[in-house]
């Protein structure tokens, strides 16, 4: 009985602690505690907003889009955002929130 009890607190302090730290489809832009409000925020996006291809640990592709960094799946790409960025962007924002809900659930 008591490593069943010492079993569920841990799996309840597990559950609470991913809970916590989860929110879906939101992107991690908040500006608290930054010392210089004029640096550009990271949006660590999860895809590409050209290609719509997941972006990997090993692409350090990014570009700075009015005060906001992203990343990118190629050089390629960056130089095709640069083109249109608001016409990416808009197709890209759905998709990402889409695919940070799905992370979530799967």
């Not at 008591?2 to 569920?8: G, H, Q, S, T, V």
């Not at 550009?40 to 999860?46: D, G, H, I, L, M």
């Not at 790409?77 to 016409?87: S, V």
Request: proline share 4%; aromatic share 16%; hydrophobic share 35%.
């Amino acid at each position: 009985m008591k490593n069943f009890l010492i079993a569920f607190v841990f799996f309840a302090g597990a559950v609470t602690f991913m809970n916590i730290n989860s929110a879906p489809a939101q992107y991690d832009t908040e500006e608290k505690g930054r010392e210089d409000a004029d640096a550009p925020v990271e949006v660590k996006n999860k895809l590409c907003p050209v290609t719509l291809a997941k972006i990997t640990t090993g692409d350090k592709f990014t570009y700075t889009y009015e005060g906001k960094t992203y990343r990118f799946s190629s050089r390629e790409a960056i130089e095709e955002f640069k083109k249109d960025p608001k016409k990416y962007l808009e197709v890209w924002e759905k998709k990402e929130n889409s695919y940070k809900i799905n992370i979530l659930y799967d």
